[in-house]
């Protein structure tokens, strides 16, 4: 499994509005071929900071067969007018399970 690690800086002012526009996509990436999950977690330092984490069977999953889907660009289109810049975006593996 991989997680997609999303840090997203939204605009201040707009992270109920943002937060809103997430959970309305919850069900794009759940229908998503791969996709096992995802979470949204929010900075206590920096509250306009995200980090949207969603877990995929593989890489693929999420850079080419959900970025090429209507889901992604509905997804976009919910959350991306709160985005103060572009979100920067990993994808990590656990090397240590309990």
């Given at each position: 499994?991989?997680?997609?690690?999303?840090?997203?800086?939204?605009?201040?002012?707009?992270?109920?509005e943002f937060?809103?526009a997430v959970?309305?996509?919850?069900?794009?990436?759940?229908?998503?071929?791969?996709?096992?999950?995802?979470?949204?977690?929010?900075?206590?330092?920096?509250?306009?900071?995200?980090?949207?984490?969603?877990?995929?069977?593989?890489?693929?999953?999420?850079?080419?067969?959900?970025?090429?889907?209507?889901?992604?660009?509905?997804?976009?289109?919910?959350?991306?007018?709160?985005?103060a810049a572009?979100?920067?975006?990993?994808?990590?593996?656990?090397?240590?399970?309990?």
């Amino acid at each position: 499994m991989i997680t997609e690690i999303a840090q997203i800086e939204v605009r201040p002012g707009s992270e109920e509005e943002f937060e809103k526009a997430v959970a309305e996509a919850v069900p794009l990436f759940l229908a998503a071929d791969g996709c096992e999950g995802i979470d949204l977690t929010r900075s206590v330092e920096e509250p306009s900071r995200y980090r949207l984490m969603v877990r995929w069977e593989t890489v693929e999953h999420h850079t080419v067969t959900f970025r090429q889907s209507d889901a992604f660009t509905r997804w976009r289109a919910l959350a991306g007018p709160y985005f103060a810049a572009a979100p920067q975006v990993e994808h990590v593996r656990s090397v240590l399970a309990p």
